[in-house]
């Protein structure tokens, strides 16, 4: 457990955004990773949101070997074992559930579960989770409520998502217990149907130059 949870830590830290991805057609999956990690953004978080979810994220993996595929939206253990059989580089969940976590310290997929109180984040603990994802961010009270969880829990590490952008990401990304943060922001709908792959990558451009000065 412990190593699993320093590696995802690791992962997180070096990755410092994560863009999370919710995939309709199939074929924009190849051209919307390589357009992220053209951009630097290469750990990426492929949402169980739509039909060809799975499929998407098998693509990436097989044609975008520079990318760090996971899966979000882990909801239980059925889906987390789809993405341990996937191949998947880690899972992410919006939430937990007791079933969730024990599926999880048993798996050797790492797990970002996701808390938006102290009692689940002391549920996550319970199981041995200490990278975590503060979820939905902004509307859970935003940075003051993430130092308000830091005071009891000085040890998490948290990767806050649910209303992040180029505005905000910095101050976020400044409290010493957040590892990255993660967001829709640098993929946008309009972009992926229309093919604007290059727009993608300017704007991961400017976010990782903003975000993780060298
Ligand atoms: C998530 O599932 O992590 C969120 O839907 C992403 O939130 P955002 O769209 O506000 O970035």
Redesign the pocket.
Known sequence: MRAKQEKLAALFRQATIIP?L?IERIEDAVPLAKALVAGGVRVL?V?L?TPVAIEAARAMMANVPEAEVGI??ILNANDLSRAESLGAGFG?S?GVTPDLLKAASASALPLAP?IATASELMLALAHGFDLV?F????QSGGIKALRALAGPFPDVMFCP?????EANAAAWLAEPNVVAV????LCPAADVRSGNWAGITAMCNRAMKLLKPA
């Open positions: 999370v919710t978080e949402t949101r979000g939206t992410i919006p996701g994802k979820f939905p961010a902004e998502t649910g209303g992040i952008g993660g967001g829709s922001w």
